[in-house]
């Protein structure tokens, strides 16, 4: 089955404690990206990348850190989690291409993230 | 990168047709309109994408005037499965790279 998956998909965690959430596509898309959700802001984007090795800031890249060694994980690291990165948080994936005249952005399940 | 305007949140009774106007001034030439869809504590889903006039799919239409700066998403007959946030986007047509979301907009279907 097509999918992102993410893990964990629930983490309670204290101030100053590194963590790494992972993300994993199976489709062979170059482009993948993480994204924030907090309650009235929507969707903002962390960080995104084009392919392996190559990744750039979204909108709110401050106090996250990916990596891209593989095409398929794009892990998102806080090097020190405070609770302003209590959110949840999205993991897409797309060809860089448009395929069959469409651009789509497969998501994943989501993981919710408490910083205490 | 464009940005795009849509209202807050909409209401509509099960049957209707909605529709949701996005505002989007600022399109580039090369970018495509996309809109998606989400229900809590998922992942947005992909509705339908058009770069001008109508696109239609098997669960909406959209449509796109000739200067581009604004589109419609058309939902015929909403149900009350239909209640979720409604996204519009500008995307480059290479790929989604740098992605503005925004908040949507919140569709409540009553019955």
């Known amino acids: 089955e097509a999918q992102v998956t993410q893990n964990p998909r629930y983490l309670i965690t204290v101030t100053g404690k590194k963590l790494t959430v992972t993300c994993s596509q199976n489709?062979?898309?170059?482009?993948m990206s993480w994204y924030r959700q907090d309650p009235g802001l929507g969707l903002r984007q962390i960080y995104y990348?084009?392919?392996?090795?190559?990744?750039d800031k979204g909108d709110v890249p401050e106090g996250y850190k990916v990596s891209r060694k593989e095409k398929r994980n794009f892990p998102l690291i806080l090097e020190s989690p405070s609770p302003n990165q209590t959110s949840l948080y999205f993991c897409?994936?797309?060809?860089?291409?448009?395929?069959?005249?469409?651009?789509?952005?497969?998501f994943g399940p989501g993981t919710r993230l408490t910083v205490l | 990168l464009a940005k795009t305007t849509q209202p807050i949140s909409m209401d509509s009774y099960e049957g209707q047709e909605v529709n949701i106007t996005c505002s989007h001034n600022?399109?580039?030439?090369?970018?495509?309109i996309t809109w998606y869809q989400q229900f809590p504590s998922q992942g947005p889903r992909f509705i339908i994408q058009?770069?001008?006039t109508k696109v239609t799919n098997e669960v909406a239409s959209l449509f796109i005037p000739a200067d581009r700066k604004s589109s419609t998403l058309s939902l015929p007959r909403v149900s009350l499965s239909d209640t979720a946030v409604y996204y519009c986007?500008?995307?480059?047509?290479?790929?989604?790279?740098?992605?503005?979301f925004g908040a949507g907009t919140r569709l409540f279907v009553k019955a």
């Open positions: 600022n399109i580039a030439t090369n970018d495509y």
């Open positions: 986007l500008v995307l480059l047509n290479t790929g989604g790279f740098k992605t503005i």
């Open positions: 990348s084009m392919n392996v090795e190559v990744t």
């Open positions: 489709m062979n898309h170059e482009y």
């Open positions: 897409a994936s797309s060809l860089s291409t448009p395929s069959g005249g469409r651009n789509e952005q497969f």
């Open positions: 058009g770069y001008k």
